[in-house]
């Protein structure tokens, strides 16, 4: 088959040391069509094997997230690399299913995550805004990761999760190496935390995926024994369909629901901080009028871009952007090159508070697989820039970001900041 190749690798984690390769996703963007990309560098002779569709543009990356009927998340995976059956089957979790598994899974948390329930937590989530804006301002300024953007999120989702606090440090390092585990190599060794499970049957083939389920079913026995009112309580008790979760169902959604409740939205926090750092007028901007901090939160949620893309495979053989895609071909959805499309933002690469309008794909591209956890990372971020307005805290670089190698998350391990006096 003739398939037009990448005009750049976006797919090498080592690339995205260095940020987002925008100028990368702008080549393949301005490409007529879809591009073909070989997962590994390009020019290794393996990509009309392991290649995928790179789709970049705003309008194919809705095309592809609302007709899951074609573009499926149960097929494949929903990484760039592919997964043997029974791998798939071990690993699957909600982002990996399609109708009906996806309805009944998504049915059993959903109502916790409704607008009026994040509410709920809202009063919690400024406490603990609060509470690191003020120490890290004391402090004189330092690693905005492990002071702010980290604790946050972290402490936020545990404690609708019903976790003790004191384990909120040991799951963030969890977490941090299944983002490494999205990498060039493997950042642990095969039996790290115990494990004697082979990792391809592990989620982001990492032995930590060994220790955050054990640390899930420790929970599963505390609340059977002992149910609250917390979210583990409400996954054990949950019905739909007249079914409940089974066990490798619950620790699957655990594990999603700390890595997606912290890793995420924590990245949206660093790379906000970061903007508002280098764009003092646009913090100026917003302190100046506070109504619009419902903006900047859709500002910085699009211009971080937490997660960079996910993955459908063809069910069937059809066609985007006039190209020709066969069943079984993966097609990949780059929200960081949608989030920059000139067709769809004015001005893509300024960030701007003011943005009116502003349909970014940080929580997917619609469709069946919006995030559940939308409305709670918003709402996070949001208490976070209304306490730091309130402070009148004006943050300043003091030096580059550290950033993650992963193609997926668009990770920072650390973040030195200043504070103005």
């Known amino acids: 088959m003739d398939r037009r190749a990448s005009p750049a690798d976006i797919a090498t984690s080592s690339v995205y040391l260095d940020g987002i390769p925008h100028?990368?996703?702008?080549?393949?963007?301005?490409?007529?069509?879809?591009?073909?990309?070989?997962?590994?560098?390009?020019?290794?002779g393996n990509g009309e094997r392991n290649g995928f569709?790179?789709?970049?543009?705003?309008?194919?990356?809705?095309?592809?997230?609302?007709?899951?009927?074609?573009?499926?998340?149960?097929v494949g995976h929903t990484n760039l690399w592919d997964l043997e059956a029974d791998a798939l089957e071990a690993r699957r979790s909600l982002i990996d299913s399609d109708a009906p598994?996806?309805?009944?899974?998504?049915?059993?948390?959903?109502?916790?995550?409704?607008?009026?329930?994040?509410?709920?937590?809202?009063?919690?989530a400024r406490e603990i805004a609060a509470e690191l804006v003020d120490a890290f301002v004391a402090g004189g300024g330092g690693d905005w990761v492990a002071q702010v953007a980290a604790p946050l999120p972290i402490r936020v989702i545990l404690?609708?999760?019903?976790?003790?606090?004191?384990?909120a440090d040991y799951l963030v390092e969890l977490t941090n190496h299944l983002v490494e585990g999205t990498g060039d190599g493997p950042s642990l060794p095969d039996d790290a935390y115990g494990n004697t499970t082979p990792t391809r049957l592990l989620p982001f083939n990492s032995p930590?995926?060994?220790?955050?389920?054990?640390?899930?079913?420790?929970?599963?026995?505390?609340?059977?024994?002992?149910?609250?009112?917390?979210?583990?309580?409400?996954?054990?008790?949950?019905?739909?369909?007249?079914?409940?979760?089974?066990?490798?169902?619950?620790?699957?959604?655990?594990?999603?629901?700390?890595?997606?409740?912290n890793e995420t939205t924590r990245t949206a926090m660093v790379h906000g901080a970061l903007a508002f750092a280098e764009h003092p007028e646009q913090w100026a901007e917003l302190c100046h009028d506070p109504s619009l901090i419902t903006r900047a939160v859709d500002e910085v949620i699009r211009w971080a871009t937490p997660v960079l893309h996910m993955r459908r495979t063809a069910s069937c053989d059809t066609e985007?952007?006039?190209?020709?895609?066969?069943?079984?071909?993966?097609?990949?959805?780059?929200?960081?090159?949608?989030?920059?499309?000139?067709?769809?933002?004015?001005?893509?690469?300024?960030?701007?508070?003011?943005?009116?309008?502003?349909?970014?794909?940080?929580?997917?591209?619609?469709?069946?697989?919006?995030?559940?956890g939308a409305?709670?990372?918003?709402?996070?971020?949001?208490?976070?820039?209304?306490?730091?307005?309130?402070r009148n805290v004006v943050l300043q670089p003091r030096s580059a970001p550290v950033h993650l190698a992963s193609n997926f998350v668009h990770g920072v391990a650390s973040l030195d900041l200043g504070v103005a006096s």
């Not at 149910?227 to 007249?242: F, I, K, Q, T, Y």
């Not at 769809?344 to 508070?353: A, H, Q, T």
């Not at 409305?375 to 309130?390: C, S, T």
């Open 375 to 390: 409305f709670l990372a918003r709402m996070e971020i949001q208490v976070l820039l209304e306490e730091m307005v309130a």
């Open 208 to 261: 930590a995926s060994h220790a955050l389920f054990e640390y899930a079913e420790r929970m599963r026995q505390l609340r059977l024994a002992d149910p609250g009112a917390d979210l583990v309580s409400g996954l054990l008790e949950a019905e739909a369909d007249g079914e409940r979760l089974s066990a490798n169902e619950y620790r699957n959604f655990f594990q999603l629901l700390v890595f997606a409740g």
């Open 53 to 74: 569709w790179a789709v970049a543009r705003h309008a194919d990356v809705r095309e592809v997230s609302r007709n899951p009927e074609v573009f499926s998340s149960a």
């Open 23 to 44: 100028e990368g996703f702008t080549a393949i963007r301005e490409t007529e069509g879809l591009v073909w990309h070989p997962y590994g560098p390009i020019g290794d």
């Open 101 to 124: 598994d996806h309805t009944r899974l998504r049915r059993v948390v959903s109502r916790a995550f409704t607008p009026r329930n994040t509410r709920n937590w809202e009063g919690m």
């Open 159 to 167: 404690a609708i999760l019903g976790v003790p606090l004191e384990d």
């Open 320 to 372: 985007l952007a006039g190209t020709s895609i066969a069943a079984g071909d993966k097609v990949v959805m780059w929200y960081a090159a949608a989030n920059r499309d000139p067709t769809v933002f004015e001005d893509p690469f300024r960030f701007d508070v003011t943005r009116v309008e502003n349909p970014h794909f940080a929580f997917g591209g619609g469709g069946p697989h919006f995030c559940l």
